[in-house]
């Protein structure tokens, strides 16, 4: 599993029995619940990448420092040091003259040095320690990692010249043309489109979803109308009429996504098994269905092929997943149409799946790749990504289509956020509330993907999450409830496991307005929604209803194969269909053995 187990060691396992009563809020006739704020800001003066968070293979020793690295900053606040007399309140401006607001930056250089930073404050400077075993960044703003940062021997960050985009008088008498930072007018059209044409290059230094000049248009609802277009000022509204002003929200089906990230194999096939058993079914009748971000390395394409013939949706999740995180954040368009057109062209050789069906993605990491990402997927006809992550919020988002501007700020450290207006969906990652006592409990950082959320320690804390999210969603605009996972948090905790089947089949039993679709299902619904009363004969939700016993392919074909790309490596493939001639990779993803 290149994204590596979730947070937290195996426990002992319970038997979720029909009896059993599990301390939950709502384990009586509940009251609606509120939020009290609509976004949740973290109180702390650090936030490691969250990237670091999401499937990096480490040892749970590793895991609970990445805790630190969100909780823990040693500060030394020493504003008396300096400004005690006239030529310390000298040095001290001098000091701070250059520098932004906000900006860590550090007096001495040196590897000794480079957990030590300075920031210029309204009550002097500010001294700020990394914990240990960690240093700062000066680029990224943030602790990292000691063999991560290199850049201790710098006192600041890199100084980029900026364009001349407000001012005063305009300086262009062209209003398509824009300033350089020295004042050299260019067209509109070049700012932001990874060349740099300004002589100081200032072109391509104010490029984020609030200062791109480019940038896609804010929500426009009579020009962004169903079925192809969906937007809203803040991303909470319901789509259809079935919500008037988001209150009163009975009307609308309550749909639960579950996905599952990485390769498909003996190591999780009885897990899936396990979780959709064909007993567990919506209330239309069909089975219950989840969305599988497939990797290719070490995936089974014969149980992919299976996977998608019960019902679930196949989606892409790259060829290699490469670690290097920074890769995905940088990548070229050609480098995405690379891994995940290759991807999908892979899944539908040797998965054997024919109806057009794979035409979601996740970036590896959660580590969006912007503007490149989005184009490629526009170029390669996927419909939707499912990698931004939109922080904690009340009541969540609705997912939208990137034709205008994204309703939420750009979430995470060093994320790079498309900016332009892209003709895709985005079925966002709302992050899930993560405290265990939601009335009492302090303000904490969501999470996105189940395993990232550190503090589940036991079965029942599981339960009562999974419950204080569900009614999150369903008590205010019943915006899809999105559960992210990694299938070893699961195999590898015994008691997660029997708590999250326990709360869905909970679910099943109470709730008949809820439905476990997939992301294409949920696509389909917003297009087109019906009311509750009418889910059960939504045409989109009964396709593949309840698949009977495997007709073909009982024993798949074991393809042990090779690849220049991967030299010295021979890796075994099992697929329905005949044995490529090499292993498929990023250049030969046919495995014909022809690369170009």
């Known amino acids: 599993n290149a994204c590596g187990p979730g947070p937290g060691a195996a426990a002992q396992s319970w038997t979720a029995e029909p009896s059993r009563t599990i301390r939950t809020k709502h384990s009586t006739p509940h009251t609606p619940y509120r939020l009290p704020t609509t976004d949740q800001p973290s109180r702390n003066i650090f936030h490691a990448q969250s990237a670091l968070q999401h499937g990096r293979t480490i040892i749970h020793k590793h895991q609970e420092s990445m805790e630190l690295l969100r909780h823990l900053a040693v500060v030394l606040v020493i504003a008396g040091v300096f400004g005690q007399d006239d030529d310390e309140l000298a040095l001290e401006k001098k000091i701070c003259k250059d520098k932004s607001a906000g900006e860590l930056f550090r007096l001495k250089g040196g590897k000794d040095s480079c957990r030590d930073v300075i920031q210029c404050t309204a009550g002097g400077l500010q001294a700020i320690r990394c914990p240990p075993s960690l240093a700062f960044d000066l680029e990224k703003q943030t602790c990292d990692w000691r063999w991560a940062v290199t850049n201790c021997d710098k006192l600041t960050k890199e100084k980029k010249v900026k364009p001349l985009l407000v001012t005063d008088e305009p300086l262009c008498e062209n209003e398509n043309y824009l300033a350089c930072g020295d004042g050299v007018c260019i067209e509109r059209g070049l700012f932001c489109n990874d060349v740099p044409d300004c002589k100081d290059g200032s072109d391509e230094n104010a490029c984020d979803q609030d200062t791109d000049p480019n940038r896609a248009p804010e929500c426009d609802k009579t020009i962004c109308t169903l079925p192809d277009c969906f937007c809203s000022e803040d991303g909470t509204e319901v789509p259809g009429d079935l919500c008037p002003e988001n209150d009163r929200c009975e009307r609308v089906p309550q749909m639960v996504t579950i996905t599952f990230d990485d390769a498909i194999n003996n190591n999780n096939i009885d897990l899936y098994k396990e979780i959709f058993n064909k007993q567990r079914r919506n209330p239309n009748g069909c089975d219950i269905k989840a969305t599988f971000f497939v990797s290719h390395k070490y995936t089974n394409y014969s149980a992919v092929q299976e996977m998608h013939r019960l019902g679930h949706e196949i989606a892409a999740h790259s060829i290699t997943h490469r670690n290097n995180e920074s890769f995905w954040t940088d990548a070229s368009v050609e480098d995405w149409a690379k891994e995940m057109g290759g991807s999908r062209l892979i899944i539908e050789k040797f998965g054997n799946i024919t109806d057009n069906s794979v035409v979601g993605l996740r970036a590896p990491f959660l580590r969006v790749g912007g503007n490149h990402q989005f184009t490629m997927m526009e170029e390669q006809a996927f419909l939707y990504d499912s990698s931004i992550t939109a922080p904690l919020q009340n009541p969540p988002l609705w997912p939208y ?147 009977g016993p495997r007709e073909s392919c009982f024993t798949a074909n074991s393809c042990k194969l090779d690849t220049k790309e991967l030299p010295g490596e021979a890796l075994r493939m099992h697929t329905c269909v005949r044995c490529p001639n090499k292993y498929p990779w990023l250049n030969d993803p046919t495995g014909d053995g022809i690369t170009f």
């Not at 992050?431 to 009492?440: A, F, G, I």
């Not at 679910?507 to 009363?533: C, D, G, L, M, R």
Request: aromatic share 14%; with cysteine.
């Open 401 to 547: 289509t990137m034709y205008f501007r994204m309703p939420h700020r750009c979430h995470g450290n060093l994320q790079n956020c498309p900016t332009r207006s892209h003709a895709v969906w985005e079925l966002v990652m709302n992050e899930l509330d993560r405290r265990e006592d939601p009335t009492y409990d302090e303000e904490l950082p969501g999470c996105a993907m189940i395993d990232s959320c550190s503090n589940i320690i036991g079965g029942d804390q599981f339960y009562n999450f999974l419950t204080h999210n569900f009614y999150r969603h369903f008590d205010q605009n019943r915006a899809p409830l999105g559960l992210f996972f990694h299938a070893a948090w699961l195999k590898n905790n015994p008691e997660y496991l029997d708590a999250f089947l326990y709360w869905v089949d909970e679910v099943i039993e109470n709730h008949p307005e809820v439905y476990f679709v997939t992301q294409t299902q949920v696509i389909q619904w917003i297009q087109n929604p019906v009311a509750v009363e009418s889910a059960k004969n939504f045409a989109p939700w009964q396709e593949k209803c309840s698949p």
